[in-house]
């Protein structure tokens, strides 16, 4: 770290997680110069017009890795199957890797292969990558070489189930049922056209309904919090709507049919796992409203909302509880690009950097 | 019925469901007059501008039930507790009710008061209001006098599980998980903040996760095709879309270990049980896609759009099968309210009549 | 004209407009076969699947033209260049064709040559072809072999500004000038970065602000009304909505200094050129609320909305007059596929074919 | 200013621009209180369910006045008639205003009464307030102890024909016309039929045709860069997103018949009145991009879009020239409650305190 503050490359800087990842780095007090790289034909201010002004320029990949031994950090946001290719490079020159890819999120390669269709290129380095959930690892990513950033269904699931599961609530014999709506810049930058505009307008694009990629890595980290193997059923949808993930999950509650579990319960399982307010994990707020005796109190607001996180790394999350039929609610929601991607990326870089966790991610949403 | 065609009365004729009602009775051949009746204060054309140009006056609800006489069906489009304090004026005085409100679709009164809150006013009349899900019910709603329109969640829900429970594939032990989006039509057309425009834009309202009204209803009925009590976990939201109730429904497969269920037993089952294209339940279309194979397959095709039922009576169903977790997956689309009001309503009013069944009904979405 | 209808030839099916023309044909009470033809490789029902069920096929263009003998109607909804090269075909085999592209716009072929960049392939016929506001061109539309169906800017900024124009207010002198917002679906079906859902939710993109192609057209058209060469300035965008044309048009009035002119003075200029309610051009409806002193009136009310023509070929007209600057306002709201493309197209058909002018587009919008 | 920063009242900041000053003011690293003051019943953060975790709490705006020896600065973002009330109190204890009304916004009362219907009610004031186009007026603003803030209609069309108007290339005799389109927080957080997210989707909503408040207001303002009585033909209209303004506007041009004129030529008038990039005028940025010989230049690129400066004080402008027609045309977007309100409130603050105008205010749009 130069007396400038960090100097970060960033690969796939073209799309929609990279620009994102641009534009807080852009106004992130630690870090002092960017380095994105992108193989497209649009210049930088085209590709990201929000961007306008920032004098940005994308250099070629090949000029990033030769610039290896400049770099305290490089951040991946390309397709499957890239970082693991490249990121030896960068470990070897002692810059740290964060991968917003799939490429290291499984200690096991044979899981790698099933999901991703090729043989995993670095296995020798699965095993020391720290998984990038940071209010769960930051430990391990504090002095990781390589974070395996989580996908943003993940992510958003894990803070929202983690209180229910950790706690013991959770019915485990049972599915756990989460459906999910994703913004459409979740579908990438590549123009198709089920993502034209007029196909989505006044729609939702269910899809994977078969089993979502994300499924099993969902599992994989749910069933590490629970200590036990657990089974996700996963439906996974586009909105119309540009960023942000609604997730909600149903629960079944273990001894539900005995009264004594109400949603004041669940609360007080949340408040325990994550803190109130800004006080334990910053960005996971719990929305704990009342749902009645407050003035204009409104059936609404006890729930959160994607549009109050847009553009902000925070995850609001809110719980109920269908008492007649024993299951647990939980809706989690994150802006997908933010928490779901780049920001909690950079959560990572500030926690293994040794600054302070939320340096340049304090901005609320819309 | 007079020479020109049904006189019909739609009360509760200012809200989104009543203006439905008018749009698509106004296009119908087999309707001659329309006598729509509010209390708002808005002329006809205010409330319903799409309208401009019909010519339709409100009239006062007290003035249409004194021209009861001369009416051959009534709509209620109004809130719970209004159809059955008025309904059984209009069935003595000969006229056919199809109500659009909860009050007539619980045999037992007990339920209806546990539910909406205050004694039923009319329960002699509970026995012999007809369910109108057209598809299943013909027979009973081609001779009753009062039929009891589904909600819009219900007749959804309904048409896109009945395939799955009736055919005895579903594993009725474990709770059936249901996960639906409605437009912002269905909260109604009275102001409230949190369904002002800046409120809904970019984000997703989920609401009564503690068990939505609509649950005990959709148990109902969902139970009545099994032969059995079932378990419906429903978990509800509106979308940023004006129209249109996208459902998803997870359910639990018997012998799913076994290997041999696949997409297309699903397929095979919803052709066996609503006929293929139009020639079954006409309004209701299955999505037969295969997921590879034709070109230019793409990955949503497979999956029923809301945006393509937008403004019609039609359902269009869409199945997969999660193998590794044993869930078969439906996805059941319509214009909430068109299929899941108004269209299902003159639907009924057409079998009712002795009429063609689709008449008026045929136009496909936009 | 067969004993079961019209038969109807479409080409460029697979497009926004071709398929919007399929959606209105097979809901046409005098059309008994549809023949839509497309070099695209998606099936008929993937390439629009709210027509799921219809039973329609993509047939090639070339055996369309090989069918020739047995048409009533063809109709033209491919890009530039088409129609000019293959209507001959069509004509000389005694078929009408309705044509969707700018090809018979121009009576002179330099005008075609200049604006769209290549010399006209059938300058033969442009002298005999009918421009297609059946509201202004009854007469010409019924006798005509070929029908120049006009742009969507134009033909709703024709129907907006013709009362203005024709009835000697305007000052021609002075620029009139539009503002016109697009839906979507006015870009085309083509995949492209700029309409991609994430590029365009939010947002409004304006384009072809130096000129946009249909300046020339409209000012060729409001001219004819004017009887004099005109200038006007078109502005044009894409709005975050799939269809509609919402239009604006600012005209500085004749002797504005003396204070005679008011809202009214327009209202009735209007009401004299197109009629009443649906008395005289039936699709076209003048919104007449006074501003204030109806119960309820709101500021808004006044003007027309696209959402209330959507799906309908209705134009909603609107006028006011800001008395202090001496400027005509004039809104003028169509849904771009239906009275801007195919609904007028199919409003000519009706008129050539010698049936009612409103058959099978007498539905209103949503 | 305290050792922790300025402490700053709001006034209002239950509404939209309220929260948005909250919101900024959050992140301002110069500020180390805030006091929002609001009457109504909701809690803070059910107001404002985006900053959850701030710990703001609204106190009463009489309670605030009663603070005023505390404050450094008070905003307000109340209706008109609330500041020319209450700001002398502040006034006079030493706290400087700065107010997003319209009330100090004329520096003729006479013109305040014709507009806003009521005398004012500190007239002795109206002659220090500076008006508050920061890029235009700062040294005013920095000596200011009232500074007006101005219409969000305004402070966008003032950057944006400001070059042109002052650049001696408009043609003043002509009308300048404007359309523009603001996002529906425009309309006020006050539950009403017409903005209730069904009416408005899928639509535009025109409205004030016949003169917008904000007419004068930019006459008067254009009028003073011009040295010159101008008329500028104002239309306005809420489009279907929550935020932003995009603003064209049409100027005739001195000369327009030589051919001397292009895009060119604008160009270089904006880059000389604003300054290239960030260097001269920070929050105001040209889109500079050539409309050919890029590498995948795409039409619409040339042209600002409201989502890439919403939740960011920047001002994007494009422009373009019809030649044919001897017209300019300029773009100009912004986030309506951002530098169209309390972002260049704050940029107003920034320069009053003698702190770095672009202190708080440097993030991008998203």
């Given at each position: 770290m130069g007396s400038n503050g960090l100097t970060v490359g960033v690969v796939g800087a073209a799309g929609y997680s990279g620009g994102e990842l641009c534009r807080l780095l852009l106004n992130h007090p630690g870090v002092g110069a960017i380095l994105p790289a992108s193989r497209g034909e649009l210049p930088f201010e085209q590709a990201h017009p929000n961007l306008a002004g920032c004098g940005l320029e994308f250099l070629s990949p090949e000029l990033l890795v030769e610039s290896a031994g400049g770099l305290d950090f490089v951040f991946y946001s390309a397709p499957a199957g890239t970082a693991m290719r490249e990121a030896p490079r960068f470990v070897e020159a002692g810059v740290r890797v964060i991968d917003l890819s799939p490429d290291f999120r499984f200690a096991d390669p044979v899981v790698y292969e099933r999901i991703y269709g090729e043989p995993h290129a670095s296995p020798h380095l699965l095993g020391?990558?720290?998984?990038?959930?940071?209010?769960?690892?930051?430990?391990?990513?504090?002095?990781?070489?390589?974070?395996?950033?989580?996908?943003?269904?993940?992510?958003?699931?894990?803070?929202?189930?983690?209180?229910?599961?950790?706690?013991?609530?959770?019915?485990?014999?049972?599915?756990?049922h989460i459906s999910a709506l994703n913004g459409t810049t979740g579908a990438g930058s590549t123009p198709r056209r089920e993502v034209m505009h007029p196909e989505v307008f006044g729609s939702v694009l269910p899809y994977s309904m078969e089993g979502h990629r994300h499924g099993p890595e969902l599992e994989d980290r749910i069933g590490a919090l629970a200590g036990r193997k657990v089974c996700v059923g996963l439906s996974t949808a586009h909105g119309a709507f540009a960023r942000g993930i609604c997730l909600q999950a149903s629960v079944s509650v273990r001894g539900r049919g005995d009264g004594a579990i109400t949603r004041e319960t669940l609360l007080d399982l949340y408040r325990d796992f994550h803190g109130p307010g800004h006080e334990g994990n910053y960005f996971v707020l719990l929305n704990e409203l009342p749902k009645n005796g407050k003035p204009n109190a409104k059936e609404y607001d006890v729930y959160p909302s994607v549009a109050s996180v847009a553009g902000s790394n925070f995850c609001h999350l809110g719980v109920d509880y269908d008492a007649e039929r024993g299951i647990a609610k939980t809706i989690a929601v994150t802006d997908n690009l933010v928490k779901g991607a780049a920001g909690s990326a950079i959560q990572n870089m500030n926690v293994m950097a040794g600054i302070d966790e939320t340096a340049g991610l304090t901005h609320y949403g819309l």
């Open positions: 020391e990558a720290a998984y990038g959930v940071t209010e769960l690892y930051r430990d391990d990513v504090r002095e990781a070489r390589i974070v395996a950033n989580p996908g943003c269904y993940v992510i958003t699931g894990v803070l929202g189930l983690a209180p229910l599961v950790a706690g013991g609530l959770a019915d485990l014999d049972r599915t756990i």
